[in-house]
């Protein structure tokens, strides 16, 4: 079946611009997950979706950011007044959530997009 | 905080020699460990995951890892490196004590030389 989409693949915007990234996550998964990766660097935890519960929003880096998942599936990552150190590439997940005794099911990731601001 | 290490940023193998990616995790008492390889211009793929079932878990292209809950160690292992394996490899850590959170290793860049 289709697999995590993601768009735009990438985007370049002028600093202080708002921007906004979509994820379809596979139809069916009730988990998903937001990331960001910067050059040379591994992944950084954002946002959490699960469900109909509250988001777990721990990861992100400022009140700039914020995201949203309608209906239980598609995710927008908001990033207002962009900044330079913004520039990224950011990744969205999803998996079948399973948390019996704690473990964590597979998370299949979005090809991501790069996110350039000037 | 860190759950996860990833010991070596770089290594460097040559084809047809064995690979050995090294990772440490903070105890927990039931982690989810997954290995995740990532190549140029491409999203991340699972190569293998543990979930507390056999400790040696086989993946895809040939990549294995064994789990030693004594040495809290998840090293990623393939007795013969191709010149396609050459990307950038993640261990993952995920469990009781992590809360929602997947945490990441900073990766380990893989080279293969002809």
């Known amino acids: 079946g289709a697999g995590v989409s993601q768009s735009p693949s990438n985007k370049v915007t002028e600093k202080g611009k708002d921007v906004e990234l979509r994820c379809d996550p596979i139809?069916?998964?009730?988990?998903l997950y937001w990331y960001r990766q910067s050059l040379g660097q591994g992944l950084e935890f954002l946002i959490y979706f699960q469900g109909n519960s509250a988001p777990d929003k721990s990861g992100l880096p400022s009140d700039r950011f914020s995201a949203e998942r309608t209906g239980g599936s598609v995710s927008t990552l908001t990033i207002q007044r962009t900044q330079q150190e913004d520039s990224a590439v950011y990744l969205c997940?999803?998996?079948?959530?399973?948390?019996?005794?704690?473990?964590?099911?597979?998370?299949?990731f979005g090809p991501g997009t790069r996110l350039t601001v000037l | 905080a860190q759950s996860v290490t990833q010991l070596d940023s770089h290594v460097s193998v040559s084809e047809g020699t064995p690979v050995l990616l090294r990772c440490n995790y903070s105890s927990s008492y039931s982690p989810s460990l997954f290995w995740y390889v990532q190549h140029p211009n491409k999203g991340l793929q699972l190569l293998l995951k543990y979930t507390s079932a056999a400790t040696l878990v086989k993946g895809i292209n040939g990549f294995e890892a064994e789990f030693k809950k004594s040495e809290t160690s998840f090293h990623l292992t393939k007795p013969s490196a191709h010149m396609s394996d050459a990307a950038e490899y993640f261990c993952?850590?995920?469990?009781?004590?992590?809360?929602?959170?997947?945490?990441f290793g900073t990766g380990t860049s893989l080279t293969v030389i002809p």
């Open positions: 997940a999803s998996s079948l959530e399973s948390l019996a005794g704690g473990l964590r099911d597979t998370q299949y």
């Open positions: 993952v850590v995920s469990g009781s004590n992590t809360g929602n959170q997947f945490y």
């Open positions: 139809s069916g998964h009730t988990a």
